[in-house]
């Protein structure tokens, strides 16, 4: 998810990595079959731990199908980013490693990743694959990685607690206004229930959940080439005014404000948050506490938006194995690994030709899912981490003082955004 805290990458210094003109032949260069080779290599996967489960259902089946096999490592997620820039700078990086999209673009530009395109160009579906995630990993019009879980942001409300409230189980908010309506009502039963919840001390957690209602009502956050930050709008200071409501209104959570994101989605999966926006991929862990309700995140009033983030994966520069590696890449962009383990388990398709299979059809919830993430964004900036991720990034700041204090700094707060992603 994009609510990992990262740290840019220059103060691990990664820079004296090299650019990419170091790296390893691109295996389209290279030459070799569509799918690679596959002959019993033993190759090595990182993966960050939010994607723990995805990964080993996806790792547990290409092993039993293939000769290949990958040995999967899961690194804590406040490790992930220091880990990768240690082995990036002794040459130590594993075959395959999955990266947080919001920063795949730093992590293409200092050539950790080997050329795909070629490789991409042939595959039959290759323009069903996430624009997204493509476009967030192509660098010197060169594509570097493969979408390998999509995360898009949706809302949740709890189905028990708006029946107890007096509101329709069945009717999620269609605007953020009518959210905010939906959390006091729900606050209102009292007790340890609380109508919302959020990561206030958490900048990606508030990138992946507010972001989408802006794009909601039509606009961006970002200029197109990611320098310059358009969080001061009056869309977006109209999304602040309910989010301080609701704090003003003590509608939220006692622990939202100093909430870092290690455990904001808990509240909702202890049964005690009415409405919040919420990462789709924890829907089946959710459900086995809540009666769950799924609805798009809204723009102040009305439309809907996602975030689409999760993780975007490639082949490494150190990789001396690259033709085995494509192997599972271009196993994982098959309708075996998309329908039959990511759908089954309930995640979202990389593949806009397998949106519609029998596992997604079978929940509506699912089908929401689906359908709002064709609707989404993946916003790109080669600083995106240091200007909205990082612990203090001026993005938090903003929210901070617009939320929990007297929103007097918004433009001045937006312009340290802009002056961080023109770094």
């Given at each position: 998810?994009?609510?990992?805290?990262?740290?840019?990458?220059?103060?691990?210094?990664?820079?004296?990595?090299?650019?990419?003109?170091?790296?390893?032949?691109?295996?389209?260069?290279?030459?070799?079959?569509?799918?690679?080779?596959?002959?019993?290599?033993?190759?090595s996967l990182w993966t960050?731990?939010?994607?723990?489960?995805?990964?080993?259902?996806?790792v547990d089946a290409y092993n039993a199908s293939h000769e290949n096999q990958v040995e999967l490592t899961i690194v804590p997620n406040d490790d992930y980013v220091a880990k990768v820039g240690a082995?990036?700078?002794?040459?130590?990086?594993?075959?395959?490693?999955?990266?947080?999209?919001?920063?795949?673009?730093?992590?293409?530009?200092?050539?950790?990743?080997?050329?795909?395109?070629?490789?991409?160009?042939?595959?039959?579906?290759?323009?069903?694959?996430?624009?997204?995630?493509l476009e967030a990993g192509t660098y010197d019009d060169k594509q570097h990685v493969l979408p390998f879980v999509l995360d898009v942001s949706v809302m949740f409300y709890n189905k028990d607690l708006y029946e107890q409230a007096g509101l329709d189980p069945e009717a999620p908010p269609t605007s953020l206004t009518e959210f905010a309506e939906h959390a006091k009502t729900v606050d209102a039963l009292g007790g340890d229930v609380d109508g919302t919840f959020f990561g206030g001390n958490c900048g990606g957690c508030l990138v992946?959940?507010?972001?989408?209602?802006?794009?909601?009502?039509?606009?961006?956050?970002?200029?197109?080439?990611?320098?310059?930050?358009?969080?001061?709008?009056?869309?977006?200071?109209?999304?602040?005014?309910?989010?301080?409501?609701?704090?003003?209104?003590?509608?939220v959570g006692a622990g939202t404000r100093d909430e870092t994101g290690a455990t904001w989605v808990a509240p909702f999966q202890e049964g005690k948050v009415g409405v919040m926006p919420y990462p789709a991929t924890l829907l089946s862990t959710a459900d086995e506490t809540?009666?769950?309700?799924?609805?798009?995140?809204?723009?102040?009033?009305?439309?809907?938006?996602?975030?689409?983030?999760?993780?975007?994966?490639?082949?490494?520069?150190?990789?001396e194995s690259s033709e085995q590696a494509w192997n599972f890449l271009s196993w994982l962009m098959s309708e075996e690994a998309q329908v039959e383990v990511?759908?089954?388990?309930?995640?979202?398709?990389?593949?806009?030709?397998?949106?519609?299979?029998?596992?997604?059809?079978?929940?509506?919830?699912?089908?929401?899912?689906n359908e709002v993430a064709s609707k989404g964004r993946t916003p790109v900036a080669r600083n995106f981490q240091q200007a909205f991720n990082a612990p203090n990034s001026p993005w938090l700041t903003l929210v901070r003082n617009a939320v929990f204090e007297d929103a007097s700094s918004i433009e001045e707060d937006n312009e340290e955004i802009t002056a961080v992603l023109q770094q």
């Open positions: 998810m994009a609510s990992t805290l990262v740290i840019g990458l220059t103060a691990l210094g990664l820079a004296a990595c090299g650019g990419g003109s170091d790296a390893p032949e691109s295996t389209a260069e290279a030459g070799g079959s569509p799918e690679g080779v596959d002959d019993g290599t033993t190759l960050r731990a939010p994607l723990e489960k995805q990964a080993n259902l996806l082995a990036a700078g002794s040459d130590g990086l594993p075959d395959l490693f999955a990266a947080d999209i919001v920063y795949v673009p730093n992590w293409a530009e200092q050539g950790l990743f080997q050329d795909l395109t070629g490789r991409i160009d042939q595959l039959d579906f290759a323009e069903e694959i996430n624009p997204g995630h992946f959940t507010w972001f989408p209602s802006v794009w909601a009502a039509g606009e961006d956050v970002m200029t197109e080439d990611g320098t310059e930050s358009l969080l001061a709008s009056e869309t977006a200071q109209e999304v602040y005014s309910v989010y301080k409501d609701l704090v003003d209104s003590d509608a809540v009666d769950v309700g799924v609805a798009p995140i809204p723009g102040p009033d009305g439309g809907e938006s996602t975030f689409v983030g999760g993780d975007g994966i490639g082949i490494s520069k150190d990789s990511l759908a089954q388990n309930g995640d979202v398709v990389s593949r806009a030709d397998l949106i519609d299979n029998e596992y997604t059809s079978a929940d509506p919830r699912v089908v929401t899912i």
